[in-house]
């Protein structure tokens, strides 16, 4: 526990995927079964457990500590996890020999003491918590002491058989045998929060790679594994054959397209591809299968496969023949989908009640069939799986699930023109919900990732303001040393004439080059500075003026300004222009008010 | 005699009357006795000041050869009376040279103990309590959170990342005078003995420890090293280098911060680390309540830092227990670049360094 207590730790402050694949990867390679296997499973979350709750834990601080000390110390961290595993008191059977004294330095511990009159001193008894002379003189224990504190297997293996009575004592043993990184691990993992920054695909990935694999052949195997996961283990280490895939619901890698602009048109022939409309909802894959027993099984996986059946009991319901759909989730009321707006309200929501069904009723949309009873189609045409998919869905007949209609057209000439007006080609009132056009090649089989020259997506144009650089705050990682990270603001009429309020916040979208600049520019322009934090000069004839792209523009009671901004990137910078030239307030409600009416004409008027 | 009438805390830093002269003080005075080189406790500008050997050598180092009108070293454990207080200096475990001042007259007995730790430092004297009256210590880790674990533990989390990492950098933040020695020295004892390489603000009082004969092994200036040269070392640097223009020469570097504040998650985040080593030259949460234990005493000042919950703890236990809340302390980790404006990378201003950045890449 101790060691995936330090793996944990470190995951939790490193940037960069590379450099957590590593972390992870090494942990594999150097720990045994099955504790790295039951690793692999905590962090692909995979274990649960339930009876877990903080009141258990503030009770058996509280029996440890004094209050007010206690209240102090959680105010200062303000993480109660952290809080009890760096206060929790050290106890005897935890402890390890003091390091060697050497170089002349002091190993803890004092010699005799008297006080200046020559009268030893009364000490009173030690007492839990508060810093007391002989338990705490001693040293911590460290990531060494595995033999004594439990393993990660034996904490899962006992939760599991536990009553919740006996947890209370349990969980006091086992904090009591693990240094302060393995007492705030566990604390974390039983209160189901790791917040490590550590996807289960990326968990994946990194045991794929103890065997040189891709995650991709790990991920179509999992469904049919179980924590601690031997059989992967011995057939990643070469001692075993690959696990079979039982699970009869399985997620398959997703297709994935290149972006494409218009000039880049004219290499392709119009002959070669079909083209459908890109939805602006959640990509999904929806697999339905038979089990050994005869009972249905249905799952809802998100394109980097974490499973959301969960969220969507409306659509595993609608599902019952075999199969695997790839398609879109979207929210359609009376018979016309919603913007993204309206699905992300439903996507805020915890618990999915009926209510929350019939008020936001979610719909698939499908692209793609990717199996159909036990037969995989995926190596097969597209074009034939296209007339498998219609087969399939019309035998399905179900009204939550229908096709994504192709859009017809014969030249680029006349893609353009359904790109600009979906609603003039075929999507209608359903227009509003459209982010652009795929394009795919009828004779495309369906690979995992993103294989170059076969599915091509052509976005609509974003929406674009020009703002003004107000604030810069220094990036993580690589980005450490430079100030990457934007605040931009726009102009609105304030008690004492034009000010700028902020209303976004962007951290891609320019080059290496233009970051060198504008990190440049910020350090030349200081004019204040909060921790990591500089304001950026910015009156009407000083500053820089970005341009701002976004998708989309939502009402926001959190924001000054009142509106939140999706996806926004720094498109252009505007050297050019004065900041005193940039948009204002005003001519972002008037895109709010457009996207509420529908979208089709605000991208119209917006560009007028 | 009162305890206030031998020491007592004023705007310019705790004074004791009778012998007239200043503990550290915070502005410049005639007399001063200082506990150790911070420079938020050893201020140039100050008529007379004693300290020992090593703190002088040290404040010259820092604040330049005229930093005082008259000098005395005082050897530690020797008593020395000024104007009828008997003053001994013994060593406080903080820095090279540091030390605890402890005064006495008419049988009362107060030790100032400046900035001290009860943890094992290959770089300097060990900490040793002195039975005492009064005792007034520093509350910088004065919560019960701040518990450090072995410096050797951290020490050996640096390693393994260089290992496991070998084609990056390894920048460790440290400040300047103490925490860099004391984390060479200990990479040293656990058998690292690749060069290790300095930000130009190290170099000089880095070199002065090893002339002490603080073994340090093989130390280079990172100005001037090739970025192919530094993937697989470690350089030391002060704590904000680490977000300077500076830091680009490193080969993808893993940013490193030794500091007790690397205790708690939420300090280490805002600094952006990415590996947080918990190592402290202040004594933690168990030191101070031990060491305060340790004196005897049964009055206790508290300096500087998180003085609320240590004087709740002292009540708790039956001690008498103040805050002094004297201002200016505690300030040598916010100003540590400052600090040595001599060096090389830490005098020219941003701008200048991007300019020379650039100029170096292109």
């Known amino acids: 526990m101790n060691r995936f207590a330090a793996l944990l730790d470190r995951l939790a402050y490193q940037h960069g995927r590379n450099a957590k694949l590593r972390l992870m990867t090494d942990y ?48 200062y961290g303000g993480d109660l996890a952290e809080t009890v595993a760096l206060m929790w008191p050290a106890s005897p059977q935890a402890q390890r020999a003091p390091a060697p004294a050497c170089g002349g330095g002091l190993g803890r511990g004092h010699s005799t003491i008297e006080a200046s009159d020559g009268v030893p001193l009364p000490v009173p008894p030690p007492q839990a918590g508060e810093g007391t002379l002989d338990a705490l003189r001693q040293p911590q224990p460290t990531p060494n002491s595995e033999d004594e504190a439990p393993t990660l297997s034996a904490v899962v293996h006992t939760l599991a058989t536990l009553g919740k009575a006996e947890l209370p004592a ?79 619901a399985p ?61 969507f009991p409306d659509i595993c319901g609608a599902l019952r023949v075999d199969g695997a759909i790839d398609g879109e989730l979207l929210i359609v009321r ?78 680029w000439t ?17 227009a509003d919900a459209i982010e652009g056009v795929m394009l795919k090649r009828r004779d495309a089989p369906y690979l995992p990732g993103r294989p170059t020259g076969l599915w091509w997506k052509w976005k609509r144009d974003p929406f674009i303001v020009d703002a003004v650089l107000m604030y810069a705050q220094r990036g993580s990682g690589k980005r450490s040393s430079y100030y990457s990270d934007y605040t931009f603001g726009v102009w609105t009429g304030g008690e004492s004439g034009d000010e700028l309020v902020p209303v976004g916040k962007a951290y891609f979208g320019f080059t290496d080059e233009e970051l060198l600049q504008i990190d440049r520019f910020v350090r030349r322009n200081t004019v204040d500075r909060f921790g990591p934090v500089r304001e950026v000069v910015h009156e009407p004839d000083q500053g820089l003026v970005f341009e701002v792209a976004f998708e989309g523009l ?55 | 005699m009162r305890p206030e009438d031998l020491l007592c805390p004023t705007p310019k830093g705790l004074y004791c009357p009778p012998g007239d002269f200043y503990i550290d003080p915070l502005r410049s005075v005639a007399r001063a006795l200082i506990t150790h080189g911070h420079s938020d406790h050893a201020r140039p500008g100050h008529g007379a000041v004693m300290a020992t050997q090593d703190t002088l050598d040290i404040m010259r180092l820092r604040c330049g050869e005229n930093f005082a009108g008259r000098t ?97 950098a390894h920048l460790v933040g440290a400040y300047s005078l103490g925490k860099a020695q004391r984390v060479i020295a200990m990479l040293r004892e656990a058998g690292h003995d690749a060069p290790i390489y300095l930000h130009g603000a190290m170099e000089k009082i880095t070199h002065h420890y090893a002339a002490r004969g603080i073994p340090l092994g093989e130390l280079r200036p990172v100005r001037g090293a090739k970025k192919a040269e530094l993937a697989g070392t470690v350089t030391l640097c002060p704590p904000s280098a680490l977000q300077e223009l500076w830091a680009r020469r490193f080969p993808d570097p893993v940013t490193a911060f030794a500091s007790g504040w690397m205790r708690v998650r939420t300090r280490a985040r805002q600094h952006g680390v990415e590996l947080p080593l918990v190592i402290s030259d202040h004594a933690d949460w168990d030191g101070l309540c031990a060491s305060i234990v340790a004196t005897g005493a049964s009055e206790i000042w508290v300096t500087h830092g998180e003085e609320d919950a240590l004087v709740h703890w002292c009540e708790t236990r039956g001690l008498r227990a103040r805050p002094l809340r004297l201002v200016g302390y505690g300030e040598e980790e916010t100003e540590e670049t400052a600090a040595d404006p001599d060096a090389d990378d830490a005098s020219a201003s941003d701008e200048r360094r991007l300019d020379d950045i650039e100029g170096a890449d292109a």
């Not at chain 2, 030790?111 to 900490?127: I, L, M």
Request: net charge neutral; hydrophobic share 45%; charged share 25%.
């Open chain 2, 72 to 168: 005395q070293a005082a050897a530690y454990s020797d008593t020395v009376t000024i104007d009828g207080v008997a003053v001994t200096f013994k060593p406080a475990g903080h820095v090279l040279g540091s030390a605890q001042i402890c005064v006495e007259k008419n049988g009362l007995r107060i030790v100032a103990s400046g900035d001290y730790k009860d943890a094992r430092d290959p770089t300097c004297a060990p900490f040793e309590p002195i039975p005492c009256d009064v005792f007034i210590t520093e509350a910088t880790f004065g919560l019960p959170v701040f518990r450090h674990a072995h410096a050797e533990v951290e020490i050996a989390k640096l390693l393994q990342s260089v290992a496991l990492f070998p084609d990056r």
């Open chain 1, 170 to 248: 349990q969980l006091a043993r086992w904090l009591d045998a693990l240094d302060a990184t393995g007492r705030w691990a566990l604390l974390k993992l039983i209160t189901g929060g790791l917040r490590i920054g550590v996807s289960a695909r990326l968990a994946k990935t990194a045991a794929a790679a103890l065997g040189g694999k891709e995650a991709d052949e790990v991920e179509l195997i999992w469904p049919g594994l179980e924590p601690p996961y031997l059989d992967l283990f011995a057939w990643l280490e070469g001692r075993g054959e690959k696990p079979v895939a039982r699970d009869p």
């Open chain 1, 334 to 411: 009376n018979g016309r989908v919603q913007s993204f707006n309206v699905l992300q309200q439903r996507l805020n929501r915890k618990s999915v009640t009926d209510k929350l069904m019939a008020e936001f009723p979610a719909h698939l949309r499908a692209y793609d069939l990717l199996a159909a009873d036990s037969e995989d189609l995926r190596e097969k045409p597209f074009m034939q799986r296209r007339a498998a998919l219609e087969q399939f869905v019309t035998a399905l007949d179900e009204p939550r699930i229908d096709i994504s209609p192709l859009v017809p057209f014969e030249t």
């Open chain 1, 28 to 75: 594999f390679r150097t720990t045994p079964d099955p504790e790295r296997g039951l690793a692999l499973a905590a962090l692909t979350g995979a274990l649960s457990f339930r009876h877990a709750k903080p009141g258990i834990i503030r009770a058996l601080i509280a029996e440890r500590t004094d209050p007010t000390l206690f209240a102090m110390s959680y105010d």
């Open chain 1, 554 to 608: 939502q009402r926001s009671t959190r924001h000054r300004s009142g509106v939140a901004m999706r996806f926004p990137r720094i498109s252009r910078l505007r050297w050019d222009k004065p900041p005193g030239e940039a948009d204002r307030l005003e001519a972002l409600e008037k895109i709010l008010q457009r996207i509420e009416r529908g979208r089709g004409a605000a991208l119209v008027e917006a560009k007028v």
């Open chain 1, 251 to 311: 997620f398959r890698p997703v297709m994935l397209a290149h972006a494409i602009e218009e000039p880049e048109l004219a290499a392709l022939d119009p002959a070669d591809f079909i083209a459908e409309w890109k939805w602006d909802g959640i990509r999904i894959q929806a697999v339905s299968g038979t089990r050994e027993d005869g009972a249905r099984m249905t799952r809802l996986y998100s394109r980097t496969g974490e499973e959301i059946s969960g969220s």
């Open chain 1, 414 to 430: 006349e893609l353009i023109a359904a790109r600009a007006d979906p609603a003039a080609a075929n999507a209608g009132l359903d």
